[in-house]
């Protein structure tokens, strides 16, 4: 059983050092060569860089 909340610390902004829960990174922007019309993107809220990377195996650390 997975029980993930959602402000869970996931995504990390390489250009300004700053950790966010996916749901302030990710955004959806119109595209029309999408086939939904759109498209998401993960960028930074802090500083609008799309440098995100996903945090993974954060558990064991310390
Ligand atoms: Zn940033």
Redesign the pocket.
């Known amino acids: 059983m997975n029980t993930q909340s959602a402000n869970q610390i996931t995504h990390w902004?390489s250009?300004?050092n700053?950790h966010f829960p996916l749901h302030q990174v990710r955004h959806c922007i119109p595209v029309s060569t999408s086939p939904h019309g759109e498209e998401e993107v993960l960028q930074?809220p802090?500083?609008g860089?799309y440098h995100i990377e996903e945090l993974q195996e954060v558990a064991d650390a310390q």
């Open positions: 902004c250009s300004c700053s930074c802090t500083c860089s």
